[in-house]
């Protein structure tokens, strides 16, 4: 049976000089020592509805034929680790996030709807309803430092700390859009989890939403900034978008391929799927407690994805969780090592290399 391992590539984010070499790290972990098996209890609260703080408009808005595809029909989840926050030591994040996105959602109001499908096409339409999201606050008996330094997707505990099961496929239709979860640790710092309709938002749209719920949480005045602005504002912004994307011809042409074959899914046997999320901007989701240590997928289901990371030293980089059979993993390390070494990017001293090898749940460390 295949093992989980994740394999972490760091290097500099800006070119090294002519004559130099960027750092590089790479490390794995197997099921056997990763971090995902920490178990530790969870407390969860009742499950709420928080919906929008004031009214908000009713309607009907469609999906389009890329949005409402089957194989987007799924909650992809996301996941924030803050340590906790000297002058921030009075506030409760639970309430602070609440009340943000009660504000957030009257701006984002189709969030707080339910999706409906219309037959007998199967198109997806959100009514939106104002009922709201799920919100769910939880105590974790576990230290920020009991976690390790090295978070990555599977996070640990990640079934504790989302109040829905992980799924690649998932009943979208007539339920709550967005799920969110936010546990308090014993240290004082907060994890944030949710769960979001993959048909409503790809990761630029979803940290969109959340820069929001920030700005909000943050109380930084008039925000998000669109909301300084008439909507017509808004509007514009999105025609002049769409119409950029209409003279490039891709998206009209991913739209009419689908609409003409009603919405095919792309095959997912045999297929490497890679999501890169580096410039998404996970990293800056501040809720005022400072950047998080990690921000971005709780899992490493459906997709590899690549995201912004640090090492142990704190160097930039990007980490690149996979998942490989153990004696893949091996052999994965070792021709890395090689071309590493022939790129230059480690010196090409083996008893060096060698006593870089760590026995144990990491693989290895260039």
Known sequence: MPTISQVTAHSNLNPAPTGS???????????AGAPSLISFPVRRGERQLVAPARP???????????????????YRSGIFFYRGNAPRAGLDPV?????????ALVHFHPLAGRLRELQPTRKLVVECT???????????DVRMDDLGDSLAPPVPCYDKLLCEPESPTAVVVDRPLIYFQVTRLRCGGFIFGFQICHCMADGTGIVQFLTALTEFARGVPGAPTLCRRPFGYALQLLLEAKARASQEGYVQSVASFNAARRRPPFPKARTYLIS?????????VDFGWGRPLYGGPATIMLATFHLEGRNEAGDAGILVPMRLPAPAMEGLKQQVRKELTAYGAIENDGDKINSNLVPGPVLAKL
Do not use: C, N
């Open 276 to 284: 890169d999320v580096t410039q998404a901007g996970l990293l800056a």
């Open 95 to 103: 309430k602070v996030i609440r009340s943000a996105l009660a504000e």
């Open 56 to 74: 908000t408009p009713y309607g009907f808005k469609m999906l389009s034929d890329i949005d409402d595809q089957d194989v987007l029909r799924f």
């Open 130 to 140: 104002g009922e709201g999201v799920v919100f769910v606050e939880a105590d974790a």
């Open 21 to 31: 070499h960027s750092k590089v790290f790479l490390w794995g972990k197997s099921m």
